[in-house]
């Protein structure tokens, strides 16, 4: 089975502009989370998508948004960015039982912001 | 945000040496997750903890979920140079509107000296 997949792998920004990144999930799998890594406030959760809606929400300005598609794809998008958005971008799928969720991640997508 | 209280912040052992590492938090967790990443990837999940007292072992892994749902430990015995990287645990709360994110320890930065 085929794990989750992020692209692109590598971006560079400048200030100001938006950024889509996106995510597909392992196959079956129907949440997707987002998370923000970064050396000074390491792995921080952005938001959670499970069957088109959002259900979490961390602790991040409205810039940063996301959507998920009926076959569960995801995007994440950021707005007017910021060199602190500079991070690695990380995507986690799993197949929620409601209890128990164990999150599988990919590889990430490094936003670098000029 | 809230993050858990992962020590320590680094290791610098002998191949074939036995590591410990753990994780704190002042709230309870319904599950306890043990990743590895590796530079320039995404986590990978060594092992998942579902119950209070739960002692689970994956090879030459092996974590527990403590009694208070405040604390999970994890042991690699006998280590070998691939065991190099980063570790981090992570707690996941439960509720009606299912699994929250994911809340990561800062890592244990794991090194091994030939």
């Known amino acids: 089975k085929a794990g989750v997949t992020q692209t692109p792998r590598y971006l560079i920004k400048t200030r100001g502009q938006q950024v889509t990144l996106s995510c597909s999930p392992i196959?079956?799998?129907?949440?997707v989370s987002w998370y923000q890594q970064t050396p000074g406030q390491g792995l921080q959760f952005l938001f959670e998508?499970?069957?088109?809606?959002?259900?979490n929400k961390g602790n991040f300005p409205g810039r940063f948004s996301g959507r998920q598609f009926s076959n569960s794809r995801s995007e994440m998008n950021v707005s007017t960015l910021e060199l602190g958005d500079s991070a690695l971008y990380l995507c986690?799928?799993?197949?929620?039982?409601?209890?128990?969720?164990?999150?599988?991640f990919g590889p990430g997508t490094r936003l670098t912001v000029l | 945000g809230q993050q858990l209280n992962q020590s320590p912040q680094s290791m610098f052992i002998q191949e074939g040496e036995d590591v410990s590492m753990n994780c704190t938090s002042s709230s309870i967790f319904n599950t306890w997750l043990w990743y590895k990443q590796d530079p320039g990837e995404g986590p990978v999940l060594l092992i998942a903890?579902?119950?209070?007292?739960e002692l689970t072992s994956n090879g030459r892994l092996t974590a527990q979920f403590g009694i208070t749902r405040k604390d999970s430990f994890l042991n690699i015995s006998a280590s070998i140079p691939s065991d190099v990287g980063i570790y981090f645990c992570?707690?996941?709360?439960?509720?009606?509107?299912?699994?929250?994110?994911?809340?990561f320890g800062k890592g244990t930065h794991l090194i091994i000296q030939p």
């Open positions: 992570a707690g996941q709360r439960s509720s009606g509107g299912g699994a929250d994110g994911l809340t």
């Open positions: 903890l579902y119950k209070a007292g």
């Open positions: 998508y499970f069957s088109e809606t959002q259900r």
């Open positions: 986690a799928s799993s197949f929620p039982t409601g209890v128990t969720d164990t999150q599988y």
């Open positions: 196959s079956g799998h129907r949440s």
